[in-house]
């Protein structure tokens, strides 16, 4: 397995195709500024040691130990040991609302987006437990079979938007039916928590029986409510930008409000507690207190545990290519072009 360490320098990547057009509009201001002096071949005369090929090959190693220094310092790393790593947690499953209403602007961002950076900050918070993420709409989605990868959730996590599942509604009874697929249900050690994070809005199946069935099975249902209970407008966008708000049939601004009654009574059902965000995060620490509660189970998990570090290699071969750019001089070589005489003068 190969991966950086400290991936966030790789962005100082970007800076050489920056470099690359200052260079070669540099280059061609100067060459038409020295054209308005005299023509082409006088030029040569007048500078008969400027080669301008050895000012590119210049740029070109300067480039070359930019690219190897900055891979150097993001410190790349090689996996070369594959352990079988025991770990003691339970098993979290998130259900995410994405209908429209979760684009609703009453928390800020969005609903969504608040939604989404409270499911990282958990998992920050989680400690050898296992993840899993399902979307759900008006039908549910598996986006993350369970696993103990934080790094895969966050980077799925990240992908998440209202315009995964075509069919729109509050369908909370078919999120937990698929969450319930996705646990180990075999192994009933192994504790398990659902946490359901939407407004609540026109959930449109029994999700009240959904939760009690589930809990029977030993798993707990948590709720998280996201949204006000005045309410908010759902934005629609164009191009990135908001040109209005979805309207009802009679051409009415619709307005969305949490339902938290509906989201503590599943919760209830589901042995769980409610949260509700309101205009702020919700009180994930309470949440984490409950997960903590529970009893661990020992479960394996696949891992590279060790990592060599090559750093040191990119590092040489850019400082290589900077001793190479600095000694390399602009002026033409003597040698080689009494030599292009010679064989010029020969063809003749």
Do not use: C, W
Not at 11 to 27: A, K
Request: hydrophobic share 45%.
């Amino acid at each position: 397995m190969f991966r950086f360490e400290r991936e966030i320098y790789l962005y100082l990547l970007f800076s050489i195709p920056l470099f690359v057009s200052i260079f070669v509009i540099i280059r061609i201001a100067r060459k038409k500024a020295l054209l308005r002096f005299a023509e082409t071949d006088l030029l040569e005369k007048l500078m008969p040691s400027v080669s301008n090929l050895k000012a590119s090959l210049k740029f070109f190693l300067l480039m070359l130990a930019l690219a190897f220094i900055v891979l150097g310092v993001a410190n790349p790393e090689l996996g070369t040991k594959l352990e079988n790593v025991k770990r003691e947690g339970v098993e979290v499953m998130i259900a995410l609302d994405v209908s429209n209403s979760m684009l609703a602007e009453d928390i800020k961002p969005s609903r969504l987006e608040r939604a989404k950076q409270s499911i990282n900050k958990l998992i920050d918070q989680l400690n050898n437990d296992k993840i899993g993420i399902v979307v759900f709409a008006g039908e549910s989605f598996l986006q993350l079979p369970i696993t103990t990868d934080y790094s895969a959730a966050k980077l799925l996590l990240s992908t998440v938007d209202v315009d995964m599942i075509g069919t729109q509604g509050t369908a909370i009874g078919s999120a937990i039916e698929m969450s319930k697929k996705s646990f180990d249900m075999n192994n009933r050690k192994v504790n398990k928590v659902l946490i359901i994070i939407t407004d609540g809005e026109n959930h449109e199946d029994d999700a009240l029986g959904k939760a009690s069935e589930i809990a029977k099975d030993g798993v707990i249902v948590h709720t998280i409510g996201m949204g006000s209970i005045k309410g908010s407008p759902i934005p629609i966008f164009n191009n990135g930008n908001r040109s209005d708000f979805i309207r009802d049939r009679s051409g009415e601004i619709v307005i969305t409000k949490l339902n938290a009654e509906a989201l503590q009574q599943i919760a209830s059902a589901g042995n769980g507690k409610f949260i509700r965000s309101g205009t702020t995060d919700p009180d994930l620490g309470q949440l984490i207190k409950e997960i903590n509660k529970l009893d661990k189970t020992q479960f394996e998990s696949k891992q590279f545990t060790d990592f060599d570090t090559k750093f040191q290699y990119f590092i040489f071969a850019g400082l290589l290519f900077l001793i190479a750019e600095l000694l390399l001089t602009e002026e033409k070589n003597k040698m080689i072009g009494q030599l292009v005489k010679i064989v010029g003068g020969n063809r003749k």
